[in-house]
């Protein structure tokens, strides 16, 4: 058995770009720990959504909780900083704000639980955090600098295929979806590793509807028809240095036991 460290910035994040890595290594027999920097305070919901006197936050921490068991996650951490918001907004400079953290503090956080579960893989985004968002970028420094501190040898960048994004959005035409940023994902040209997850997609979309605060049933995600939902989500795609060029890997596991 060997132990996966999937890193996200939010709750909900864990399982759009890595749930069904994280199903997969579960069911393959392997340790699953799921780190998330912040518990997602900034998130929107409806009015009337929370119950009485309920924080925001204390719902996201139960829903990422619900959602890792789905996945198949032996350990939820938070690291204990707040949510920056999106890029230029005010939040992003808030004392305690993940973007505003120093990243040798923070990665000695990560580092703590990496050199605990003796981790052989971790995950953490592109240096662009996928679409700019300044906490997923800070996942992305933190992770690697961890990872640097406790040897993890083997560190994937989860990103988005952009070729094959903007390739559905061209043939489902039919769907509204939201706008995307000009930095969104990675050329498939760059990116070195996919693995088919379109077995696991029932968790997936299991483990998304467990988000109910920020991933309603009329949300792009849930509302897509399961051929599209297969589409957009059936592949994961990740960066690793010293891979490629081109896809040379397909599994986040492989020839770990």
């Keep these: 058995m060997a132990t996966l ?3 996200h910035a939010h709750p909900d994040d864990e399982c759009i770009g890595c749930g069904g890595v994280m199903r997969k290594a579960h069911e393959d027999g392997h ?7 912040t518990r997602g305070e900034l998130g929107e919901v409806p009015d009337g959504f929370l119950d009485e006197g309920e924080q925001l936050w204390q719902r996201r921490v139960a829903e990422t909780q619900a959602s890792a068991d789905i996945l198949g996650v032996d350990r939820v951490e938070f690291l204990g900083y707040t949510d920056s918001g999106m ?3 005010p939040t992003n400079t808030a004392p305690g704000t993940f973007w505003t953290a120093d990243v040798e503090e923070a990665a000695e956080r990560l580092a703590v639980i990496l050199r605990e579960e003796k981790a052989d893989v971790l995950t953490v985004y592109d240096d662009h955090g996928g679409y700019g968002h300044p906490d997923h970028i800070q996942v992305h420094r933190v992770g690697m600098r961890a990872a640097e501190l406790v040897g993890t040898q083997r560190v994937y960048q989860g990103t988005m295929n952009r070729d094959l994004v903007l390739a559905s959005r061209a043939a489902r035409s039919d769907l509204e979806a939201p706008e995307l940023p000009d930095n ?3 050329p498939q040209s760059e990116i070195t590793c996919a693995v088919d997850v379109s077995a696991y ?3 997936k979309r299991k483990a998304m509807r467990a988000h109910a605060s920020q991933i309603s049933e009329q949300s792009f995600f849930l509302a897509l028809p399961d051929d599209a939902f297969q589409f957009a989500f059936g592949v994961e795609w990740f960066l690793r240095d010293g891979q490629g060029p081109g896809i040379t890997e397909t599994d986040l596991m492989a020839g770990l036991t």
Aim: proline letters at 0%; aromatic letters at 10%; zero cysteines.
């Design 5 to 7: 460290v999937s890193f």
């Design 31 to 37: 340790r699953v720990v799921l780190v998330v920097a």
């Design 87 to 89: 890029m230029g907004e």
């Design 184 to 186: 969104f994902g990675t």
């Design 201 to 203: 997609l029932q968790h």
